[in-house]
């Protein structure tokens, strides 16, 4: 591709402002957007944070699986997870919520192992079989520079919980190296609330499943995990009064608040309509919800019989239904346009 | 993602700049490269809106009376009046010309493992930046991405893309290749051509996904351009491809022998699904075929069905019926042949035709080791076919 000479200096400059410019553009105008973990920092507690959260790998009661073991000394506990983190990937993601995505991409940073390792996993080479490269809490930070780097608008951590010591400390030195993206918890909800208190001031989006309302079905699918709807609820709600509603700057990018996501399973397995109720009275209306369609048979679901089916336009539409019975006003745009051609689609 | 042998334990702990570079998908050194690439071009784009429609004259079609054009992009051959869209809801005839509503506009953007294709013989281990519009010719009642291939580009929300905004983005992400996919990329074909053709300066791949359902002028228009297809052989009986997809085989089975002329490397998939097109003597002539006009070294992938769309009545596909279309494959003499969907199955690994050791390990869709040298088995120096660099 020829490139003038003029042509190329504007460009390098255009480029070099966008990075020099690119977090307060969030927000231009207004009162300017600062990442938490930087006020935190500011406020002198991040590094205090930090130590905290290492601490807890001595006797890990990181999840609700609470094994116990020490991962300071390489003990492997239900995650299997070792003491520094594995990864298996780190890109733009242009699939997540609208609002993460923007023009950049949300920087997705894919961790290996999973406390909770449902048998329909999408991933399951990565959270099942543990996939993945391990690195050290440094390299982790050059990741999330790299993010930002090339254009993403956040840092979206998935599948988080059984790393979230790593996480602090790779935020914490990246943030001294200039870091300024929000940080997304992209988690499956099976988090103990007193360990979600520890990112208080530090993680600004919070992204968490809620998978199951029925304690049954969670034991069955997800490894025996039977306590799901309750402890995910209370995180969810500590989620919740640590950062508030979903709200977005100038250019449409989320910047903090709670984003809940529940995807729709075959059978009514995943309890939508109980799930809709409880966010109707356990929290606000205009709560940001994303009910999803994409169910798909992975994995294990295969020899479930119950959940071994894509659902049906009508297990989709209804679940919208309730949502909107509910009073539910913020859902997902996508998952909207979904409903719309679902329905446009049952009348042809 | 490292394309050799991964060592099974983490003795690998600490990892050399290269191989942080390569988790990244190289993604400082395309920083740094992007300026020359275009980079601030792709900060120009979008974020996803609904509805956006954005238009190209197609080359593919013939004037009519009363101001109506007959389309010669694929086989259907829509003959489309003044105002209206064709069967694939995405060409639009608009006073007397027919213009693409989906230049520029994807739907679908996600950086995929290349072994999702399902492509198992080109650069294993790579990522692809897979890509897709709404619509499509075909109305499989099968089909998993209707929410897009059935949908108008009215009904989704898509990204503002330029062909070269796409390459950019393909290698700022560290992909090695761009994959249309998804629905059925004969449908943005003006769009897929002007990525392909810029990609090749950036030194990308090309490869498709496709029903095969496209008139052989076009398809031999991008074969300079593609390195690899994944053509959907859905089944082998015209009233199969008319009941379940709307459709019909005999042109698929034109574009797998262009296809096959124009040296583009050839991967098969069928999805065989219980009662419909799991008929054993079928599968062995559709098998037969393959061999006949495509060669034995052609890879065929059978998928796994499972009830989903307007397909809700029907069984999953169990395991012993793609045993046996594999068993029933071999029979014909085709020497690669992968079951998919079924996690831990050996036939999900590649192995030498010649001495039957495992040649690429997998384990989902990631690369536990590959035992190839330049494209040969390390272990009896038969060559194994595909493109492996």
């Known amino acids: ?348 | 993602m490292k394309s050799r042998n991964v060592s099974k334990g983490s003795d690998e702990n600490l990892w050399t700049k290269r191989e942080f570079l390569k988790l990244c998908g190289g993604g400082l050194c395309a920083f740094f490269a992007a300026p020359l690439l275009g980079f601030p071009q792709s900060l120009k784009a979008e974020a996803p809106t609904k509805g956006l429609i954005k238009t190209k004259l197609s080359p593919f079609f013939k004037s009519m009376k009363g101001g109506a054009i007959q389309c010669t992009l694929c086989p259907r051959g829509c003959k489309v009046p003044e105002g209206k869209r064709g069967y694939c809801r995405v060409r639009e005839n608009r006073g007397g010309k027919y213009y693409s509503l989906v230049y520029g506009n994807p739907c679908a953007l996600h950086l995929d493992p290349i072994e999702k294709k399902p492509l198992f013989h080109v650069l294993p281990g790579t990522t692809s930046l897979s890509i897709a519009t709404a619509g499509c010719n075909f109305q499989c009642k099968f089909c998993q991405n209707w929410e897009i291939s059935q949908a108008s580009p009215e009904q989704v929300y898509s990204y503002e893309l330029s062909p070269q905004s796409v390459v950019t983005r393909a290698k700022e992400m560290g992909a090695r290749s761009l994959a249309y996919t998804y629905v059925e990329p004969t449908i943005f074909y003006e769009y897929m051509m002007d990525i392909a053709v810029a990609s090749k300066k950036a030194g990308l791949l090309n490869i498709v996904h496709s029903n095969g359902f496209i008139n052989p002028d076009p398809i031999r228009s991008l074969s300079p351009f593609l390195d690899a297809a994944n053509i959907d052989l859905k089944g082998f009986t015209e009233s199969f491809y008319k009941e379940l997809c709307s459709g019909e085989l005999a042109p698929v089975l034109d574009t797998l022998k262009i296809l096959k002329e124009q040296e583009v490397h050839l991967e098969i998939t069928n999805l065989v699904i219980p009662t419909c097109n799991d008929d054993m003597s079928v599968i062995r002539e559709m098998c037969l075929w393959i061999r006949g006009e495509l060669g034995a070294d052609t890879p065929l992938h059978f998928s796994r069905f499972y009830p989903l769309y307007k397909l809700t009545k029907l069984p999953p596909t169990p395991i012993y019926a793609l045993e046996k279309a594999r068993e029933t494959a071999f029979s014909c003499g085709l020497r690669f042949v992968y079951i998919g969907n079924v996690p831990g199955h050996a036939a999900w690994n590649t192995y030498c035709a010649e001495c039957g050791k495992a040649v690429i390990e997998r384990t989902g869709y990631m690369i536990r080791a590959v035992h190839l040298i330049r494209g040969k088995c390390e272990y009896c120096g038969s060559a194994v076919p595909g493109i492996w660099a």
């Open chain 1, 1 to 348: 591709m020829e490139i003038g000479r003029r042509d190329f200096i504007k460009r390098t400059l255009l480029m070099g402002s966008f990075l020099v410019f690119s977090p307060l553009k969030l927000v231009s105008g207004k009162e300017p957007w600062n990442p938490a973990y930087d006020d935190l920092e500011k406020e002198g507690k991040l590094g205090t944070r930090v130590k905290e959260a290492y601490a807890l790998f001595e006797d890990c009661r990181l999840c609700p699986r609470e094994c116990g073991v020490n991962r300071l000394k390489g003990e492997t506990g239900f995650c299997r997870a070792p003491l520094n983190p594995l990864i298996y990937s780190a890109h733009p993601h242009f699939g997540e919520e609208i609002s993460l995505v923007g023009e950049g991409g949300s920087g997705t940073i894919f961790f290996s192992n999973c406390n909770l390792r449902c048998i329909f996993c999408q991933n399951w080479p990565i959270s099942h079989e543990g996939k993945g490269k391990e690195i050290r809490d440094e390299d982790l930070a050059d990741l999330m520079l790299y993010l930002q780097k090339i254009g993403c608008h956040n840092i979206n951590l998935v599948t988080p919980t059984h790393v979230m010591p790593n996480i602090l400390n790779a935020t914490r030195i990246a943030l001294k190296r200039g870091l300024r993206l929000p940080l997304v918890y992209n988690t499956s909800g099976y988090e103990r609330h007193e360990i979600v208190r520890l990112l208080d001031g530090i993680v600004d989006i919070y992204l968490p499943d809620m998978k199951y309302m029925d304690g049954k079905q969670a034991g069955k699918y997800s490894a025996g995990a039977s306590d799901y709807p309750e402890v995910a609820k209370k995180a969810i709600l500590e989620m919740h009064r640590q950062v508030g509603e979903h709200r977005v700057g100038e250019n449409g990018t989320a910047l903090r608040g709670l984003m809940l996501r529940h995807l729709v399973m075959p059978n009514r397995v995943a309890g939508t309509r109980e799930f809709v109720q409880w966010v109707a009275a356990a929290l606000p209306k205009s709560t940001y919800v994303n009910i999803m369609p994409q169910y798909h048979v992975e994995y294990k679901a295969y020899d479930y019989p119950e959940i071994a089916r894509g659902i049906t336009v009508e297990e989709f539409l209804e679940a919208m239904d309730w949502a909107e019975q509910c009073g539910l006003t913020k859902l997902d745009p996508r998952s909207l346009a979904v409903r719309d051609f679902y329905k446009s689609s049952r009348s042809n």
